[in-house]
């Protein structure tokens, strides 16, 4: 089954504060979601993160509509002060 992938707009802002190469790195990544490796789901919340090198990848999944939303990505350290 195929998801849709949605960006949240702080997702969009990081992506594009990268070089081409984070953001090449980081979209393969991503379009390998829901596999893919090194993923984990966040305690306490219904989201998961990926980890790409130091940088941290921050989803939920709708399975009834389909849809992977990419809500957050941000350095290790700064990724988790939203939630």
């Known amino acids: 089954m195929k998801y849709k992938i949605?960006?949240?707009?702080a997702a969009v802002k990081f992506l594009r504060r990268q070089d081409r190469k984070t953001q090449e790195r980081l979209l393969l990544a991503i379009n390998q979601l829901p596999g893919g490796t090194d993923i984990k789901k966040m305690q306490?919340?219904?989201m998961y993160r990926m980890r790409v090198g130091n940088i941290r990848v921050l989803y939920s999944i709708?399975?009834?509509i389909s849809i992977i939303s990419i809500e957050n990505i941000d350095n290790r350290g700064d990724v988790y002060k939203r939630y």
């Open 62 to 64: 709708d399975e009834t």
């Open 6 to 9: 949605v960006f949240q707009k």
């Open 44 to 46: 306490g919340y219904d």
